[in-house]
């Protein structure tokens, strides 16, 4: 790997992402101590349940009398009560069901109280919030013809003005139907967390690599938070897991800190000179949340009741991340970064126009504004648009990582080794172990063929010996040009008659080059040491032994021309 060295036309990501990953662990730290005081914050919540229905038809009820004061009571709640005579019911008994927006719910049969969901708002003030959640109960067969009433009570008007959908049958059949409804609904908001897990395990794996893409690792972690946010607010999957406050206060929680890991992706796409911005809207919106928190707890005001606060910011947010966009696309137009500037605005366009559709549909019909479809669809050609321009550009970095790598340990008039290469590896190389032996090569008269016929016909000596030597001891060692007319080769074998296989394999070679219709005649020194420890207090006192004995053999092969 390049180690420490600036090469042009690379970019090599340092830890210039330091403030970043501050940030980001703040974010962490923050999530769990808030997670933690909303925790503790947690009181039972009564609920009498039965269920020992027979299979029967899903019927939805729709002949209720609704009647509603309009005005809060004594405890501050809207109080709407739901009538009907009980249909017939199939065996011995049914199960309804029916899912309730931030209410208490109590049902009647006549005047004996069947079911009741009640918040206990007087022990602490976490309990403000009341969570959404299915509401079912068993209605027996003893109850048809009488009158039942359902009454729910709520703190916001808005909820008590809408009516929820009453399902009675079997439970298993109104799971099944309401799964199916939600199907579409739950494949995207798996597929936006599947993309988050998948981008965050691909960053484990390439982040051993001096090419850490961090885009990768933010938009990992804030899909998968967005994902799973969008999965446990499906009604039908709250069902499933149960815990509905748990579920709701979790669900306020991880919202309103979305954004940071999301700023901190966009501030690697945006020039640096707008990091400071972006930086300045994470604390703020880690402020935010923060303060929610502290209100909720002072009982001032309620994560529901703020909830408003959060959705403002978040569009502000998203208004000032096009802004920037358009402004960082028109700086890096000319950049590597061009491709995902145009992506992240484009998209960011889509998300925020999905955006708000779902949260005009939240607060237009809170019971079945839970879906979000609009910002998953978003979401989901956002990510995926992404991860394409990320890999596309990660696959350039690599490659130009790689080239940059050749560059800095190959030579690059014969395509060996280089000197630098050569040091590394002799570092590497623990001379407790094993056998270490070097061979030293120069070449004959090569200032004589620049002299005399060019440095071209020069360049061509060097190129055919550095052949002619990595062919030959190919099988025992690897070969490196250390100098302009010096080559070593580093080997772990020190058997004389492979030895000799490669020095005869070399003569051979340099007779068959010289013997043809060549314009240069090559000539070759070769020699070679083992390393001693009684002799050599490191390799290099073994490569100079070698060099020693190549210049032994340089004097022999000119006496024998003369």
């Known amino acids: 790997m390049v180690s420490g ?29 808030l997670f933690f005081f909303l925790k503790s914050g947690f009181t039972s919540v009564r609920v009498m349940r ?61 005047k004996e109280r069947i079911y009741t969901v009640s918040t206990n708002l007087s022990e602490n003030t976490f309990q403000a919030v009341r969570s959404n959640r299915w509401d079912q109960f068993s209605v027996e067969k003893a109850y048809e013809g009488k009158r039942l009433r359902v009454v729910l009570k709520t703190p916001y008007k808005s909820v008590a003005e809408r009516a929820p959908l009453f399902l009675l049958g079997n439970e298993l059949d109104i799971v099944i139907m309401e799964l199916k409804a939600a199907l579409l609904s739950i494949f995207l908001a798996f597929a936006v967390f599947a993309c988050g897990i998948a981008m965050c395990i691909y960053y484990v794996f390439s982040g051993k690599s001096r090419l850490k893409n961090y885009r990768t690792i933010y938009l990992g972690i804030f899909s998968a938070f967005i994902g799973f946010w ?34 901190l ?21 880690m402020l935010v949340q923060t303060g929610r928190v502290v209100l909720q707890m002072t009982g001032y005001m309620d994560l529901k009741e703020s909830q408003t606060i959060i959705h403002v910011v978040i569009l ?17 137009r000319e950049s590597e970064k061009s491709l995902i500037s145009r992506v992240n605005v484009i998209f960011l366009l889509v998300i925020a126009a999905g955006s708000g559709i779902d949260i005009l549909t939240y607060y237009i019909y809170p019971q079945g504004g839970k879906e979000f479809n609009c910002s ?18 990660t696959e350039e970095l690599v490659q130009k990582a790689q080239d940059a790598e050749r560059l800095a340990y190959t030579d690059e008039l014969t395509r060996l080794n280089n000197r630098t290469a050569y040091n590394e590896a002799v570092e590497k190389i623990d001379l407790t172990k094993g056998v270490h032996t070097v061979f030293m090569c120069d070449l004959n008269n090569l200032k004589k063929c620049n002299d005399t016929m060019g440095h071209h016909w020069g360049d061509t000596y060097i190129k055919i010996s550095a052949g002619i030597i990595q062919e030959s001891f190919a099988d025992i060692g690897r070969a490196y040009r250390i100098g302009g007319d010096e080559f070593c080769i580093i ?29 240069i005649e090559i000539g070759i020194a070769v020699g070679y040491a083992r390393y001693d420890a009684n002799i050599d207090k490191n390799l290099e006192d073994t490569r100079i032994r070698a060099d020693q004995r190549m210049y032994l053999n340089k004097e022999m092969i000119k006496n024998k021309k003369n």
């Open 5 to 33: 060295k600036k090469i042009p036309g690379v970019i090599f990501v340092k830890d210039e992402n330091d403030m970043n990953k501050k940030i980001l662990a703040v974010w962490f730290v923050l999530l769990i101590i």
């Open 50 to 110: 039965f269920s020992e229905t027979q299979e029967t038809k899903v019927r939805e009820l729709t002949d209720w009398k609704v009647s509603s004061s309009g005005q809060k009571d004594e405890n501050g709640n809207y109080i709407s009560t739901y009538t009907i005579r009980v249909p017939l019911i199939h065996n011995s008994s049914e199960t309804m069901m029916f899912y309730t927006t931030h209410s208490d719910v109590s049902v009647y049969v006549e």
């Open 230 to 263: 969008f999965l446990i607010n499906i009604p039908i999957v709250q069902f499933l897991i149960g815990n509905y406050m748990m579920l709701e206060y979790i669900s306020y929680l991880i919202f309103g800190m979305l954004p940071i890991p999301f700023i």
């Open 265 to 285: 992706f966009e501030k690697q796409i945006v020039a640096q000179k707008f990091g400071w911005l972006l930086s300045l809207i994470a604390v703020y919106i």
């Open 316 to 332: 502000l947010s998203i208004a000032m991340f096009i802004l920037l966009g358009i402004v960082n696309m028109y700086v890096n």
């Open 376 to 393: 998953k669809f978003a979401l989901l050609l956002y990510i995926v648009s992404l991860v394409y321009a990320t890999m596309k550009e």
């Open 491 to 519: 080997s772990d074998v020190d058997d004389p008659e492979q030895i000799q296989a490669a020095y005869d394999k070399l003569a051979y070679r340099v007779e068959e080059y010289n013997t043809g219709t060549s314009v």
